[in-house]
């Protein structure tokens, strides 16, 4: 009678905000989602992707993950890790960082593959283009008198990938105050050159999201009871 081996296949594949690998091998996944949000391009992002894999080859073969925008022929390729079967059921869960910077908003797949086999998983995920937030007089009002309780600038510090110059941009929500010493505006358009390099540094997607979580900071404030 003929012997046969099992050919290596993947089980299936979630990503997710975090995931910690247990001592007994075990993953806990924190913030399974399908989308990201972004307010402008590009837009950097890190997250965990989670899969499992069954009858891995005796001999080290790479595991490859990529990248590519649904329809897209172009794949690129974000990490790979070299595997084999150490393992006595062999059964595998593969808990990995990863992290990549979007251009566009659109549908994209991850695509797990294992050199030299057929086996293929494919994990898709949305980036999807989030409204600008905006505040109301209201609001800007509300804000106002609990400056004490409630953020009410937009703060980010952030490094220059150039030449490492640092920078600390900020953004006054409340028209009346003043930016704070050693800060430099957010420009209106999101795009700042470099002033040691002349590096072009695009800032809409840093800044929309830190606006959002001042906005969604507000909103759970107003609406304590409202807890979802
Ligand atoms: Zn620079």
């Not at 989670?50 to 073969?61: E, H, N």
């Not at 070299?82 to 797949?109: R, T, W």
């Not at 797990?112 to 937030?133: A, G, M, Q, S």
Request: charged content about 25%.
């Amino acid at each position: 009678m003929k012997r046969t081996i099992k050919q290596p296949r993947f089980g299936g594949g979630i990503v997710c905000d975090n995931a910690k690998t247990q001592p007994s091998g075990k993953i806990d996944a924190n913030g399974i989602f399908t989308k990201f949000w972004a307010w402008g391009y590009p837009a950097n992002r890190n997250w965990f992707l989670i899969i499992t894999l069954f009858y891995v080859p005796k001999k080290q073969t790479p595991l490859i993950f990529g990248i590519r925008k649904k329809g897209s022929s172009k794949i690129d390729t974000i990490k790979t890790l070299d595997i084999k079967n150490d393992n006595l059921d062999n059964a595998h869960i593969i808990n990995l960082q990863i992290g990549y910077v979007f251009e566009s908003e659109g549908d994209y797949e991850l695509i797990c593959t294992l050199k030299d086999y057929k086996t293929k998983l494919i994990v898709p995920f949305n980036i999807r283009t989030r409204e600008w937030p905006s505040f109301s007089n209201n609001e800007i009002k509300i804000l106002e008198k609990n400056k004490a309780h409630l953020p009410f600038k937009v703060s980010a510090q952030l490094k220059c990938k150039n030449c490492e110059q640092h920078y600390a941009f900020e953004e006054k929500i409340l028209p009346n105050e003043s930016y704070s010493v050693g800060t430099v505006p957010f420009p209106e358009d999101g795009i700042f050159e470099c002033e040691s390099c002349g590096n072009i540094m695009k800032l809409k997607d840093i800044q929309g999201q830190i606006r959002t979580s001042i906005k969604d900071t507000l909103i759970n404030f107003l609406n304590p009871s409202k807890d979802v």
